[in-house]
Antibody
Framework: EVHLVQSGAEVKKPGESLKISCKGSADIFTNFWVGWVRQMPGKGLEWIGI????????RYSPSFQGRVAISADNSINTAYMQWSSLTASDTAVYYC????????????????WGQGTLVTVSP | DIVMTQSPDSLAVSLGERATINCKSSQTVLSISDNENYLAWYQQRPGQPPKLLFYWASTRESGVPDRFSGSGSGTDFTLTISSLQAEDVAVYYC?????????FGPGTKVDI
């Protein structure tokens, strides 16, 4: 069975950096787009961006471009999202998710989801 | 960006009754090249990650009960639960994957 396992909850101070991870249980990354979704406390889902680990082609929402960086390490089936300087507004649960089809076309629904990583940014 | 709207924001339905959720996109998500609607529906139960219910607007994901159905085309879509069960209490989101940035609707909360 395919799983995505995300790194654990983080508590950070404003201005600190952070890198969270999302690891696949098998060779499920190479030919699939993997993305990140934000859910702020009590709010809905926001699409952050996606990466194609085979060639690191990355697409971002303009709302998040420049604020986060998405990367991947194909050799260990792991995707990452990082911040260089956190703010309180980054407090949220972040989900990684894999697209449904193995394809170079980025247009697809999210099929497999990680359990979520809670990031809390507080002074 | 394509803006997704949903109605209602929330609804309460008796067990065994029908629930209908509407989703509207600000631009068409119907692709002329493959005649597919790039629209998905997700269910998010409290404390859990979202779960894919439908893709291509009406293709049911494996394992999703057939009391769930998805319909619509172009800019107007509907998710219907024909006979609400207790385990269907959740927030439901539509999602367009036609144009980057892909976007989600604001969600519709379904309660008993």
């Amino acid at each position: 069975e395919v799983h995505l396992v995300q790194s654990g909850a983080e508590v950070k101070k404003p201005g600190e950096s952070l890198k969270i991870s999302c690891k696949g249980s098998a060779d499920i990354f190479t030919n699939f787009w993997v993305g990140w979704v934000r859910q702020m406390p009590g709010k809905g889902l926001e699409w952050i961006g996606i990466i194609y680990p085979r060639d690191s082609d990355t697409r971002y929402s303009p709302s998040f471009q420049g604020r986060v960086a998405i990367s991947a390490d194909n050799s260990i089936n792991t995707a990452y999202m990082q911040w260089s300087s956190l703010t309180a507004s980054d407090t949220a649960v972040y989900y990684c998710a894999r697209h449904r089809r193995a394809a170079t076309n980025p247009s697809d629904a999210f099929h497999i989801w990680g359990q979520g990583t809670l990031v809390t940014v507080s002074p | 960006d394509i803006v997704m709207t949903q109605s209602p924001d929330s609804l309460a339905v008796s067990l065994g009754e029908r629930a209908t959720i509407n989703c509207k996109s600000s631009q068409t998500v119907l692709s002329i090249s493959d005649n597919e609607n790039y629209l998905a529906w997700y269910q998010q139960r409290p404390g859990q990650p979202p779960k894919l219910l439908f893709y291509w607007a009406s293709t049911r994901e494996s394992g999703v009960p057939d009391r769930f159905s998805g319909s619509g085309s172009g800019t107007d879509f509907t998710l219907t639960i024909s006979s609400l069960q207790a385990e269907d209490v959740a927030v439901y989101y539509c999602h367009q994957y036609y144009s980057i940035p892909f976007t989600f609707g604001p969600g519709t909360k379904v309660d008993i």
